[in-house]
């Protein structure tokens, strides 16, 4: 079992409309956890830490479930311009190592 | 200001060659982090430097990797007799501190291709 799961998709999505996508880890004495975006040959950019509470961010929710180990992204009133893959990142336990999902490719249609 | 840069941008070798991967991280980042992406995955963590501390190398795949960094600047990867299996997009990111709280800033990446 992977580290961190993501399904990859593609989630084909009009605009204007909302979708979640959810990540699994494995590790149970993770602590940080991250959504980062990452357009198509590009690097990887932050796009929100995810908090214990749960967190927004304009239209970007995050929300963490410890007890089932998975955190989710909500984006809402998709946009073309969120079309990118979406990449779950979780600490390791203690450890400063990021473990990278292997991403949600995202694609809004007009 | 400057972000993290990397080159060359892109590496075309033959197999069993040397390639040598330069990345500049932002001036004043003490951590620097070296990621190998093969297309369609997840980043895979290769080496971390923080400071003068002895750095991380748990993630070098094989002993044909290596990596070094110059005080809190430049950092160089290299690989000796390359493989096909290596051919991938190799990223390098800095953040102000260590630590998985840091916001880790990437630089646009060296895409290698091993014939």
């Known amino acids: 079992r992977k580290e961190v799961e993501q399904d990859p998709g593609p989630f084909n999505v009009p605009e204007g409309a909302t979708v979640a996508f959810n990540c699994t880890y494995s590790?149970?004495?993770?602590?940080?956890f991250f959504w980062y975006r990452q357009d198509c040959r590009k690097e990887p950019k932050l796009l929100m830490s995810v908090y214990s509470s749960g967190n927004e961010d304009g239209r970007f929710t995050a929300q963490l479930n410890r007890a089932s180990q998975y955190i989710s992204l909500l984006i809402r009133d998709s946009k073309l311009s969120d079309s990118a893959t979406y990449l779950c990142v979780v600490n390791r336990g203690s450890n400063y190592q990021l473990i990278w999902g292997a991403g949600t490719k995202l694609i809004i249609k007009p | 200001g400057a972000g993290v840069s990397q080159s060359p941008s892109n590496k075309v070798t033959e197999k069993g060659k040397d390639v040598e991967l330069r990345c500049d991280p932002i001036?004043?980042?003490?951590?620097l982090y070296w990621y190998r992406q093969r297309l369609g995955q997840g980043l895979e963590f290769l080496i971390y430097?923080?400071?003068?501390?002895?750095?991380?190398k748990s993630g070098l795949p094989s002993d044909r990797f290596s990596a070094e960094r110059t005080g809190e600047s430049v950092s160089t990867l290299t690989i000796q007799r390359t493989q096909q299996e290596d051919s991938a997009v190799y990223l390098c990111?800095?953040?102000?501190?260590?630590?998985?709280?840091?916001?880790?800033?990437f630089g646009p990446g060296t895409r290698l291709t091993v014939l």
């Open positions: 990111a800095s953040s102000l501190a260590g630590g998985p709280q840091n916001e880790q800033f």
């Open positions: 001036s004043g980042h003490t951590a």
């Open positions: 590790n149970s004495a993770s602590q940080s």
């Open positions: 430097f923080q400071g003068n501390s002895a750095p991380d």
